[in-house]
């Protein structure tokens, strides 16, 4: 399995709710990021996990707040987001030796509208 | 500080015709390149790296990209392009001290016209 699955694909929410992203790898690999992208644009970097610790946080507001419950999972979760957040956030793994230069898996993402 | 240039927005080529788009690099190190396509609505797909070893690097659908270190260029290239090539891709580079971060160039848009 060479999948990196995220749900839900589309995801609209008000500024004010809770919601959570989830992203899904059977791998193997121990490294998983989160990245935003708006349209046409290069995907920024948001978090990074290594063994299911966070190891990159590349300042990201406390609004976004990531969690890695096993090597498998990865989720984001949301809260009192702004319209500027609206975005593409992609899921993406890698083996986890940070001296391979290994490639990223990504997943398909998840289209995020905030009202 | 790593970073990655891609000179052109949009590369225009006629199906059958070869391809390249454009990177150029800047590291303080040994340079670890990558390549990656985004079709519409989708993630990025891998298409090759360049870690070390022969400067031509062989990848997935028939590309490949050339690394030239005096000119610390990467372009991707095609001999022959396909209407489904037409997509965003991405040059990439990783720091060469160790670490995760990917640093991506701004994105090439290349439409492949039959």
């Known amino acids: 399995d060479t999948e990196v699955t995220q749900t839900p694909k589309h995801l609209v929410m008000g500024m004010t709710n809770k919601k959570s992203l989830k992203c899904e790898q059977h791998m193997g690999h121990r490294a998983m990021y989160w990245y935003k992208q708006k349209a046409k644009k290069p995907p920024e970097l948001m978090f990074v996990y290594s063994y299911e610790k966070l190891s990159i946080n590349e300042s990201v507001p406390s609004r976004f707040s990531p969690e890695c419950p096993n090597s498998s999972l990865l989720n984001l979760h949301l809260h009192a987001l702004q319209p500027e957040d609206s975005a593409l956030y992609l899921c993406?793994?890698?083996?986890?030796?940070?001296?391979?230069?290994?490639?990223?898996?990504f997943g398909p993402g998840t289209r995020l509208t905030v009202l | 500080a790593q970073s990655v240039a891609q000179p052109e927005d949009q590369v225009n080529v006629a199906e059958g015709n070869p391809l390249t788009v454009k990177c150029t690099y800047s590291v303080s190190g040994n340079p670890y390149l990558f390549w990656y396509v985004q079709y519409p609505n989708r993630g990025l797909q891998f298409l090759l790296k360049?870690?070390?070893?022969?400067?031509l690097v062989k990848g997935s659908y028939g590309f490949e990209a050339e690394f030239n270190k005096s000119q610390t260029s990467f372009h991707l290239k095609k001999p022959s392009a396909l209407v489904s090539d037409s997509a965003l891709y991405f040059c990439a580079v990783r720091e060469s001290t160790g670490g995760f971060k990917t640093i991506f160039g701004a994105g090439t848009r290349l439409f492949v016209k039959a």
């Open positions: 993406a793994s890698s083996q986890e030796n940070e001296r391979d230069y290994n490639e990223q898996f």
């Open positions: 360049y870690i070390t070893g022969d400067n």
